[in-house]
Nanobody, 126 residues
Framework: QVQLEESGGGLVQAGGSTRLSCAASARTFSDHTKGWFRQAPGKEREFVAAISWTGGVTHYADSLKGRFTISRDNGKNTVYLQMSSLEPEDTAVYYC???????????????????WGQGTQVTVSS
């Protein structure tokens, strides 16, 4: 069974940086569109970033541009989310997701994705 597994979450001080990783269990995921979403307590899951299978196309939530960077290493079957200048408002469970279609217009909605990881908690302390 295909699985996505996030890692790298934890407690970070405001203003700090951290990097999340999402490893896929199947090599077939190397050609999948990948995304990151997050969900804060009491809030809906929201889009963070997405990347095409080649890594040549990326999209970000407008509010996060310049602070977050998505990248991927298909040789390692892993997608990354580098987060900097973290704020307490970034505290959330972060999920990676994947789908097997070209990124096109399918990147910003949770409904676009077929596979999800279990999530990793990121807590930003003030």
């Amino acid at each position: 069974q295909v699985q996505l597994e996030e890692s790298g979450g934890g407690l970070v001080q405001a203003g700090g940086s951290t990097r999340l990783s999402c490893a896929a269990s199947a090599r077939t995921f190397s050609d999948h569109t990948k995304g990151w979403f997050r969900q804060a307590p009491g809030k809906e899951r929201e889009f963070v970033a997405a990347i095409s299978w080649t890594g040549g196309v990326t999209h970000y939530a407008d509010s996060l541009k310049g602070r977050f960077t998505i990248s991927r290493d298909n040789g390692k079957n892993t997608v990354y989310l580098q987060m900097s200048s973290l704020e307490p408002e970034d505290t959330a469970v972060y999920y990676c997701a994947a789908h097997g279609r070209p990124i096109g217009s399918k990147w910003g909605s949770a409904d676009d994705y077929d596979y999800w990881g279990q999530g990793t908690q990121v807590t930003v302390s003030s």
